[in-house]
C-alpha cells in the first residue's frame, strides 16, 4: 500500500484525538501544553499533506501557514511556562490561594 | 516474492512511533513521562514532513518542537508537576468523548473523495525555496517577529517582581 493523503489525514486525526483527550484530562499548564502541542502537530501534518497531494494547492501556501503554526505554537509554549512559574512562585509565597497549577 | 514498498514501510514505522509515543504522552499519569513521550512523537511528525517532500517544515519541526518546546515542556512538567489528572469518572467521560471524535475523524478523511494533484511527483527543493522567499517573506518575517516577541514576553513575566503591597 503506497500511502496517500487518506493515510496522512488518518494519523494526523488520531494525533489530534491523543492532543485533545490530554488537555482534557490532565489539569493545569503542562497538560495543556503537551496536548495544544500535539494538536497543532496534526494541524500541521493536515495542513502539509493537503500541499503534497491536493489539487487546488498551489505556491506552498499550506507549508509556509503550517510553519507560522509552529512557530506560534512555541511561543504560547514558551510564554505558558513562564505563566506556569510566576503563578507557582506567587502560590509559593506564605499565604498565597490555590492556583490549579499542575 | 512480494516486493516491499520502502515508502510504505517507512511511512507505517513513522505513523508508529508517532501514535505510539502520542498515546504514552496523553495516557501516562505523570506529567514528566509525558512530556518526555513527546519528544519521540515530534521526530516522528518531522519524518513524516520528510516523507511530504516538506524539508523545511521538517527542519523547523525539529529545531522548534522537538528542541525547544519539547524541552520547555518537560521543564514544565518536572516544575509544576503536582496534581497531574482529573478524577476516574471526567477521564472516563473525556476517553468516550475523543474516542468518538477520532472514530468520526478517521471515517470522515478515509472516505471523503479528496480533489487529488493529477501529478504526484514532489516538486524539486530549489523550486520550494524560491516560491517561499519569493511569495512567503513577509510571513516568515512575521513568524519570526511574532517568536521574538514571545520569548521578549516570557522574559518579562519570568523576571517580573511583585510590588509589596501597601499596608
Known sequence: VKPGLEHFLVVAALLFVAGVFCALTRRGVSGFLIGSTLV???AGLNLA??????????????QVLALVALV????????AFALGLQLRGREAAPGADEHGLD | MVRVDPASVAFFGLAAVTLGSAS??????????AAVALVPTLAGVAGLYVM???????????????GGASLTAIAAAALL??????????RRRAALATVTLGLALAIVAGRTSWPLRASAAPPASGVFA??????HGIALMLAGLVLGTAVACAFAIVCRQDEPESP
Do not use: K, N, Y
Open chain 1, 40 to 42: 497543532l502537530s496534526a
Open chain 1, 49 to 62: 499533506a493537503f500541499d503534497r497531494f491536493g489539487a487546488t494547492s498551489h505556491g506552498f501556501g499550506a
Open chain 2, 81 to 90: 508537576a503536582r496534581r497531574a489528572e482529573s478524577p476516574p469518572t471526567s
Open chain 2, 52 to 66: 511530504l517532500a516538506s524539508p523545511l517544515l521538517a527542519a523547523a519541526q525539529v529545531v522548534l518542537f522537538v
Open chain 2, 130 to 135: 524560491r516560491a517561499v522567499l519569493a511569495e
Open chain 2, 24 to 33: 504514552v504522552a496523553a495516557l501516562a499519569r505523570d506529567a514528566t513521562r
Open chain 1, 72 to 79: 506560534a505554537a512555541t511561543g504560547q509554549g514558551m510564554v
